[in-house]
T-cell receptor, first 116, second 118 residues
């Protein structure tokens, strides 16, 4: 069975500083990997995804993530954080549900606080 | 209207009530999902429908009853709930499994229905 671990429950970062969120996964085959962001009172918005190819993927809002198969990791980064990046971030690994549908398994999330 | 719309956004109900959550997607997707987001647990997949047939039921108690009348609509019927069922219920949709597009594995989520059971 697949699983996702986000080791950091909370991260506080100053506005303008860099941000890195860690994600480790366990999956028996080549994974589909995702990062989603959830602002308070909202649903989840896709930031970026990795299916294959270039291991460094670019997403929306200036985020990027790097897939490292040897480390089973898919860490999310942003060079300079804005106050609007304060939210909860979820890493997920995806798998096909047999012949139909798609199943995402989520990590526990990392809540990011941005200091002025 | 575009995207995935969930109603109501907030619901308070007693343990003996019967209510329903509604989800509607305007993306032309053929698979729809219910997830439960509790305060101290990771997002939990509850049900998956693909082409209007249920393909996954993750050991969800029978007091939760899903219904997918067509590929654009998904309901979650609730009855005799417990206080521990209080959570944010998220609906999502994705492209059909037969799609060769990389979008097949991308889920689009609604804003959720916040349920409080008294």
């Amino acid at each position: 069975a697949q699983s996702v671990t986000q080791p950091d429950i909370h991260i506080t970062v100053s506005e303008g500083a860099s941000l890195e969120l860690r994600c480790n996964y366990s999956y028996g085959a080549t994974p589909y990997l995702f990062w989603y962001v959830q602002s308070p009172g909202q649903g989840l918005q896709l930031l970026l995804k990795y299916f294959s190819g270039d291991t460094l993927v670019q997403g929306i809002k200036g985020f990027e993530a790097e897939f490292k198969r040897s480390q089973s990791s898919f860490n999310l980064r942003k060079p300079s954080v804005h106050w609007s990046d304060a939210a909860e971030y979820f890493c997920a690994v995806g798998a096909r549900l047999g012949a139909a549908g798609n199943k995402l398994t989520f990590g526990g999330g990392t809540r990011v606080l941005v200091k002025p | 209207e575009t995207g995935v719309t969930q109603t109501p956004r907030h619901l308070v109900m007693g343990m003996t009530n019967k209510k329903s959550l509604k989800c509607e997607q305007h993306l032309g997707h053929n698979a729809m999902y219910w997830y439960k987001q509790s305060a101290k647990k990771p997002l939990e997949l509850m049900f998956v429908y693909s082409l209007e047939e249920r393909v996954e039921n993750n050991s969800v108690p029978s007091r939760f009853s899903p219904e997918c009348p067509n590929s654009s609509h998904l309901f979650l019927h609730l009855h005799t709930l417990q206080p521990e069922d209080s959570a944010l219920y998220l609906c999502a949709s994705s492209q059909d499994h037969t799609s060769r597009s990389s979008g097949a594995n991308v889920l689009t989520f609604g804003a959720g229905s916040r349920l409080t059971v008294l």
